[in-house]
T-cell receptor, first 118, second 116 residues
């Protein structure tokens, strides 16, 4: 199947600083990518839909000024957590569909980024 | 928007027994229903999926059934093995062919423990 990578895999930052997480589709072009957040022992919650060349669409309750999304190319979306606080500590996962691969419905997930804010 | 509920939240079975996880969804327009297995600290892995034009799908020890009228779908794992222990998530989405912006709504997850 298609491959999605994320970088970094884990990051520790101090409260008040910003952290950037990258999501890349390695062998396909992704006009749309999705960003999820997963707290310990909880489900994946969609934060936003990242659209190449246009603004991201945020889910209700997600602050767009705090979670900045940039989808500057067909293979890269970035999520920047600005002014991070301990409550932002979570597992952040991105995903994308390869709509050109035989009409598959499957979404391909990145390996996730563990963010810890101290 | 779509709401997906999943039961049970935890499931303990003896090795060799079957495990069943059930999900309900709210949006009758949803047409794609994947199931994921997630191990601690890892990405969700697709184990089986079904589209709304199919009532049942099977892949070796794993099967999924869909009842569109009742808006519920279930995962069945037969002959469970210790390596089946993980968290399982159901999800639903409205998938349009060729369109990439079809977001998944996840159920709350089921922690499955297979005891040897």
């Amino acid at each position: 199947g298609a491959v999605v990578s994320q970088h970094p895999s884990r990051v520790i930052c101090k409260s008040g600083t910003s952290v950037k997480i990258e999501c890349r589709s390695l062998d396909f072009q992704a006009t749309t990518m999705f960003w999820y957040r997963q707290f310990p022992k909880q489900s994946l919650m969609l934060m936003a839909t990242s659209n190449e060349g246009s603004k991201a669409t945020y889910e209700q309750g997600v602050e767009k000024d705090k979670f900045l999304i940039n989808h500057a190319s067909l293979t890269l979306s970035t999520l920047t957590v600005t002014s991070a606080h301990p409550e932002d500590s979570s597992f952040y996962i991105c995903s994308a569909r390869d709509v050109h691969r035989g009409h598959t419905d499957e979404q391909y997930f990145g390996p996730g980024t563990r963010l810890t804010v101290t | 928007g779509e709401n997906v509920e999943q039961h049970p939240s935890t499931l303990s079975v003896q090795e060799g027994d079957s495990a069943v996880i059930k999900c309900t969804y709210s949006d009758s327009a949803s047409n794609y229903f994947p199931w994921y297995k997630q191990e601690l600290g890892k990405r969700p892995q697709l184990i089986i999926d079904i589209r709304s034009n199919v009532g049942e799908k099977k892949d070796q020890r794993i099967a999924v059934t869909l009842n569109k009228t009742a808006k519920h779908f279930s995962l069945h794992i037969t002959e469970t093995q210790p390596e089946d222990s993980a968290v399982y998530f159901c999800a639903a989405s409205i998938n349009n062919r060729g369109a990439a912006g079809n977001k998944l709504t996840f159920g709350g997850g089921t922690r499955v423990l297979v005891k040897p």
